[in-house]
């Protein structure tokens, strides 16, 4: 753009007759007023020509910013007046359907379509029958550059101007088989993290399985000890009927018998009898009830989902701990007499039984160590709390607890998993999982869960 030149001033031919060189009837100072309104109007004149060149080209900045986005994109766009004629297209589109942007360019975009469906479809946009907001993620097929059907995903934008009239549509899209592809390889990426997880589940289990084997072992031991006892007893006295019955069926006189009968001491067995069956069901019933709360809890109980106590898992975590960890760890219950939830009881027990190793663990060197576990209701959830005596936990590893792998144990002493999968399954029973510190010192868990009933 060209500068306008500067004013130039009256030549002495055109101030001839004009006395002292100035028109008639015009002073001196109005014609200094006019040259500097000639110099002022220049330089508004410069000022205007320096902010419309800097706007000229930042213009053309933008213009080249967005030609290079519109060049770099891998999906395709096309810009369509209200009539569906092509008034623009990017590479994509053009190596896509193989023709020049020239011959894109006022083309009618039905006729980029490769079937019947995918043209009325297109019609149907421009023809006010759909929304044009509406149209997401349409599937419609185009014709390649070889002649085939690529089916590709549309989505549509209407195109204003700034007092917000309809000038026309933009359009993009992509590939089916990209989405596709996309869409399999985050679904295999779900299933093999859920599949990761589920075994990190599992190991974390076992490994808390492993530490009962010890304590279990020796309450599996009184029962069972109980039942051998009395099915030994009970094999003698049979041996003492057997032969009292051979006696009686033998022909044996009254006399003999009697004194038969004092000698096996009959009438004590009998007494017995009664004692010792109820005594060895009693046994087995503990049996069963141990083997049951260990398959409960080792088991993938993924789908479970039932009322239980929340009290009885309480307990049953407390008393399988306690029998594993060495020192005089005390735990002292403060809970309701039920506390009924829905969900998984065995990994519910998982969340006890972790809470209380840690609270074992954080207390060991500390004088008298111990953990509280106290209950309260609030409206239709409950929160239990663990609180226990040990040194707490750092400011620092406060906002880390449950993170996956964290654990302040040393190498070998734990995986740092179990706060973790504990949070998680807290999480999937509609609860919370909460750490903080005690002002009284030692640190606390806070379990909420939704309650169930009364």
């Known amino acids: 753009m060209t500068r306008p030149d500067p004013p130039k001033l009256p030549s002495l031919a055109a101030l001839e007759g004009c006395e002292n060189g100035l028109p008639a009837g015009v002073g001196e100072r109005v014609w200094i007023d006019v040259i500097q309104k000639m110099d002022e109007v220049y330089n508004d004149l410069l000022q205007y020509e320096v902010a419309l060149e800097e706007k000229n080209a930042a213009l053309e900045e933008s213009q080249q910013f967005i030609l290079s986005i519109l060049t770099s994109m891998s999906d395709i766009l096309l810009v369509c007046d209200r009539a569906g004629m092509i008034e623009d297209v990017n590479r994509s589109l053009v190596r896509l359907t193989g023709l020049d942007e020239d011959k894109l360019r006022g083309r009618p975009l039905v006729d980029l379509f490769a079937d019947a469906a995918s043209r009325r479809h297109a019609s149907d946009i421009f023809s006010g029958t759909l929304d044009i907001e509406s149209v997401h993620d349409c599937e419609v097929n185009l014709c390649a550059a070889d002649g085939s059907a690529m089916a590709v995903s549309l989505n549509c934008t209407p195109r204003t101007n700034s007092l917000g009239k309809l000038l026309g549509v933009v359009i993009t899209g992509r590939p089916v088989g990209e989405l596709r592809r996309a869409y399999e390889a985050l679904r295999h990426a779900h299933e093999e993290l859920k599949h990761t997880q589920a075994q990190l589940l599992h190991s974390e289990k076992m490994a808390s399985l492993g530490r009962l084997v010890a304590g279990v072992a020796h309450e599996l031991n009184n029962p069972i000890s109980f039942v051998l006892g009395n099915v030994h007893a009970m094999q003698r006295y049979a041996d003492r009927l057997r032969r009292y019955l051979h006696a009686v069926h033998d022909g044996a006189s009254v006399a003999e018998l009697q004194a038969l ?71 002292e219950l403060d809970l309701p007499a039920q506390i009924r939830v829905s969900g998984s009881p065995g990994r519910m027990q998982q ?19 111990r953990l509280r576990i106290s209950a ?52 999937r029973h509609g609860g919370q999982l909460a750490a903080s510190n005690h002002p009284d010192g030692g640190a606390v868990f806070t379990l909420q869960l939704p309650r169930v009933g009364p």
């Open 261 to 331: 009968r004092a000698e096996l001491r009959i009438d004590r067995l009998l007494e017995d009898l009664d004692p010792l069956v109820e005594g060895t069901i009693e046994g087995a019933e503990r049996t069963r009830a141990i083997v049951d709360g260990l398959k409960r809890f080792s088991v993938m109980d993924r789908e479970e989902n039932e009322i239980f106590d929340l009290v009885e898992i309480a307990n049953r975590a407390v008393h399988w701990v306690t029998k594993t960890v060495t020192g005089d760890f005390h735990v």
């Open 351 to 369: 969340v006890f039984m972790n809470l209380v190793q840690n609270a074992s663990d954080a207390t060991l060197g500390s004088a008298g160590p």
């Open 376 to 427: 309260r209701m609030t409206g239709d959830t409950a929160m239990v709390e663990f609180h226990d005596n040990g040194p707490g936990i750092a400011p620092d590893d406060l906002p880390k607890v449950f993170e996956p792998f964290f654990t302040t144990k040393a190498v070998g002493k734990g995986t740092g998993l179990g706060l973790a999968i504990s949070y998680g399954i807290v999480e």
